[in-house]
């Protein structure tokens, strides 16, 4: 069985965990070949491996053996000697080149551009590791530059607000903020110019003078005051009136900080901010994604002051709205539209933007799907822009869907709004998310600043651009295809592989891989075994691997001619959290277990040698298992201590059988198994429909012999059929003697195995984490000091200490869980849940019972991903005694 992810992003193996000594070592690292910098120190590793502490030992399963190595380890090294391989640096004084590199995702520091120019474009120095991985609502921001009213209920005050000429309005919003007004003039442009940072000065002596009386010097200063400020204004609107001609004429670099500097007091944009700003107002289409705080939003104001048409933020949340129309520079007129607005407040607004005096309107996706409003805007508006403000919520796939950001299409934008252009902008979405999302608004995959734009930087970079083979691991199937895409519209000839691709294509991609036709191949963890290309010059990984077996292995395809070769692996906390609640998909519960166990054993095993059957597909279902789990129970059954029951092939187990040529009978009286056949069928329509293990159990002979017999009639023109329902077939050798003790063993069984993968993410995780966060401080680079730290951590692990301590990223309590299951359960009586599905759903992870594709239409789905699993299995089960409490208590 394959072992990488399924492209619906919910299956991780259910297979026990492989052989749990270390993987063999990967051949080691040479000295560097004469075109890479001298290498100043390598780390060397012995042959000798001790093992890591073995976890739960699975019943054997010889086609989960890790690949052998394919050359012998070289002699120890002085220094970490059972380490088992070796890290090669090149430079200790420069940042990037290093054979083992990390990229932090979702971190601030990862994206300023200083960090970069350190890094010469390729490693970045990241911040140490935030906890807090789902972006939290907005809340602190930049001083407010526009104006809020006290209540709803007082006079609007007069905003004082630069004005370009012509319209009076600013930056209007109504708050029930009880007395705290907007400051009269945006923060940042103190320092623009001298005379701007004069008035907060003269605006305290002027507020001394009002307290000390002085009342008509105070008339008269308020008026001198009042006629600089205006002058000010106008000549500070003309300033950027002309920067942003010159923008409109050339949007180029300089033209552009110009403008940033004058508006918004910056020297030079951030990273993302320049390219995003470039690919809108060259009319494309594009997918954001910078964590929070990055600087998003100034993507599309500066944009919004460009374009000639009106710029729509589309946000999920009032308060988001109102966040943001409070942040506009006062030079960008804005407003607001939302559901919950009063008709009035509405009204006003509607009436701004027929007049031209709004430029960046901020609406629902509600709104903004309301007939009345399209229809207004494609009879008398033009939109230039349309931003798609948390992104990930268009996407089912995402911790935070929103149903009404799903009818946020492309083609609607488009065709009802004549929108020009898309900005969709995210701080946190896995690829799968973001797959979705740009299929949905139709953003090229060329058009994404990101992760993978940070992949495609590395790979276009020094030693990268020069390596002939490169081999990217991701963790799902869909990135294989979405990556490799990628690359390839950017020149890089690229190949995505995996499990799921039909053999023949895989075989393919390896063999033309090998014989150096395609230069990259993405790929999961399925791809590698068996590969015997020793000049593979790198291994970049896309996602943290799911434990060190995993990456020591991965990245030990690197090298194996013993050329210097590189390592690169970019870590992101969102993945991490996926990652860890998909070890949670296997998990099972005791008395499902049990259930399935007497399933298994109900058959009447009188008959000797009979054939059992269970459909994977209804018995997935019924005990809300994936096939990998009930086949892993098989098997234990089967080689276990006490073997229960013997494995069969597995078929397709219901025939529907047409005869043509002779009748049944005839057939019948000439062939035993066409008689046993009859004799077990019912007929449906003319058609004879039986169950295969039926009819072979009934005459004693295998079911492959049924299959053959029928398939030669076909062949003589007899029949046809048609074969359903893909079963596991075994025969009972021993009934247990108490389902109850065997369900209870199987479930410690299977419960360690689930911890053991979760431990083994973690610990990965954690090494990867401790490596990041190594600091550039003494004569040795951060990057010498991760590829050390990663060393010494691999040499730990597989000498038996297990570290992991950076706290891990999920939280054990929340205020809230507890509510919101009661709520959930509430508002889905009719479902008969477990307090796993529960805990399932709340991680964002499909099951049978329980699929993605009905249950993450409830906005709970994903919600407590960064919540420890079984903090909210305990609250559910708490929960579910309290609602079957209640439910009782109101029955009777
Ligand atoms: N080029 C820049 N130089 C310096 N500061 C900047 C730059 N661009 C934006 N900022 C500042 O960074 C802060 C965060 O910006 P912003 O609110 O746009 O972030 P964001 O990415 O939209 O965050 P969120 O995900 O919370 O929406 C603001 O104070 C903003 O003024």
């Not at 990390?102 to 520091?109: G, Q, T």
């Not at 000429?165 to 109504?174: A, H, I, L, Q, T």
């Not at 000091?785 to 951590?793: E, G």
Request: glycine share 4%.
């Amino acid at each position: 069985m394959d072992s990488d992810s399924d492209s619906d992003g919910s299956h991780v193996s259910a297979t026990p965990p492989r052989d749990s000594f270390p993987p063999s070592p990967p051949p080691l690292l040479q000295s560097p070949p004469k075109h890479v910098p001298p290498v100043s120190r390598k780390i060397t590793s012995s042959s000798s491996r001790s093992k890591p502490k073995a976890p739960i030992q699975p019943p054997p399963n010889p086609s989960q053996e890790a690949p052998l190595p394919s050359s012998s380890p070289p002699p120890p090294s002085p220094l970490f000697t059972n380490l088992p391989f070796r890290i090669c640096e090149s430079q200790p004084a420069r940042f990037s080149s290093s054979v083992s590199s990390f990229s932090r995702l979702h971190s601030r520091a990862s994206f300023t551009s200083d960090e970069k120019l350190k890094s010469d474009g390729v490693d970045f120095v990241p911040e140490p590791p935030q906890v807090e991985v789902i972006a939290p609502p907005k809340s602190v921001r930049r001083k407010p530059p526009n104006l809020i009213t006290d209540t709803i209920t007082s006079p609007p005050v007069k905003p004082m607000v630069f004005r370009s000429s012509g319209n009076g309005e600013g930056n209007f919003v109504k708050l029930n903020l009880n007395g705290k007004r907007g400051k009269k003039f945006p923060s940042k442009y103190k320092g623009v110019s001298k005379s701007r940072s004069n008035y907060a000065f003269r605006g305290k002596r002027y507020k001394k003078k009002e307290a000390d009386g002085d009342g008509e010097s105070l008339l008269e200063e308020e008026s001198d005051l009042q006629k600089q400020v205006e002058e000010e204004a106008n000549g500070f609107i003309s300033s950027v009136e002309d920067a942003i001609l010159a923008v409109k004429t050339e949007p180029s670099d300089e033209n552009l900080t110009k403008l940033l500097n004058l508006v918004y007091g910056y020297d030079s944009f951030r990273d993302g901010q320049l390219q995003a700003i470039k690919m809108i107002l060259g009319g494309s289409s594009t997918m954001l994604v910078l964590p929070t705080g990055a600087g998003k939003s100034l993507c599309y104001q500066i944009p919004a002051m460009i374009l000639p048409g009106i710029t729509l933020v589309v946000s999920p949340l009032v308060s988001l709205m109102i966040d943001q129309l409070k942040h506009l520079p006062s030079i960008i007129k804005g407003g607001l539209l939302s559901s919950s607005q009063r008709p009035e407040e509405a009204t006003e607004t509607l009436r701004k933007l027929r007049e031209g005096i709004i430029k960046v309107l901020f609406v629902s996706p509600e709104r903004l799907l309301n007939v009345e409003f399209l229809s207004m805007f494609r009879m008398s508006l033009s939109v230039s822009l349309v931003v798609v403000d948390e992104a990930h919520c268009v996407s089912e796939w995402s911790h935070n869907f929103r149903p009404s950001y799903m009818r946020l299409k492309a083609s609607m934008l488009f065709s009802e709004l004549k929108a020009e252009c898309i900005l969709a902008m995210t701080a946190t979405a896995t690829t799968m998310t973001l797959q979705a999302v740009m299929s949905a608004l139709e953003i090229p995959s060329t058009n994404l600043i990101q992760k993978m734009k940070d992949l495609l930087i590395l790979m276009e970079s020094h030693p990268y651009k020069e390596i002939r083979s490169i081999i990217v691991y991701c963790k799902f199937q869909y990135e294989t295809d979405m990556i490799s895409k990628y690359l390839r519209d950017n020149n890089i000839n690229a190949k995505g592989y995996h499990s799921g691709l039909p053999a023949k294509d895989r075989v393919r991609i390896q063999e033309s891989f090998c014989s150096n036709k395609i230069r990259v191949v993405v790929a999961t963890v399925a791809f590698g075994m068996g590969l015997d290309k020793g000049d593979v010059g790198a291994v970049i990984h896309f996602s943290v691997p799911g434990s060190m077996e995993e990456y020591v292995q991965e990245i030990g395809r690197a090298g194996r001619d013993g050329r210097l070769s590189y390592c690169h692996l970019f870590y992101d906390n969102d993945t991490y959290l996926k990652l860890r609640s998909l070890a949670h998909s296997d998990g099972v519960d005791e008395y499902a277990v049990g259930k399935f166990l007497t399933h298994v054993f109900s058959t009447e095993t009188k008959q000797h040698e009979k054939i059992c059957s269970l459909v994977i597909e209804s018995a997935s279902q019924k005990f809300d298992m994936k096939e990998e789990v009930m086949q892993t129970i098989l098997t234990h059954l089967e080689l276990g201590e006490v073997q229960y029951l013997r494995m069969l092939p597995q078929l397709n187990i219901c025939c529907t059988l047409n005869f043509h040529k002779s009748s049944p009978n005839t057939l019948a009286a000439r062939n035993t198994i066409v008689a046993a056949i009859l004799k077990k069928s019912h007929v449906k329509q003319g058609l004879h429909v039986f169950d295969i293990p039926a009819v072979a159990s009934s005459i004693c002979v295998a079911t492959t012999d049924v299959l053959a017999e029928i398939q030669t009639l076909k062949m003589k023109g007899e029949v046809t059929y048609e074969l359903k329902d893909p079963a596991f077939c075994y025969t009972i050798l021993k009934s247990p003697r108490e389902i109850c003790s065997l369900s209870s063993h199987l479930t410690k069984w299977l419960t360690e195995i689930e911890s053991c993968k979760v431990r083994k993410l973690d610990i990965m995780s954690s090494a990867a984490v401790a490596a990041i966060s190594v600091s550039d401080t003494s004569e040795l680079s951060s990057s010498a000091k991760q590829t050390l730290s990663l060393q010494s951590r691999i040499f730990d692990y597989f000498n038996g200490d297990e570290k992991c301590d950076t706290p891990s990223k999920t939280t054990q309590n929340c205020a809230f869980l507890r509510a919101d299951i009661k709520v959930f359960l509430q508002s889905n009586r009719q479902a008969k849940f477990t307090p796993r599905a529960i805990a399932r759903i709340m991680h964002g992870v499909g099951s049978p019972a329980f699929p993605n594709s009905v249950w993450s239409k409830t906005h709970f789905w994903g919600r407590y991903m960064s919540v420890e699993f079984r903090v909210i299995m305990d609250a559910a089960q708490t929960e579910l005694f309290n609602f079957v409490d209640r439910n009782a208590a109101l029955a009777t």
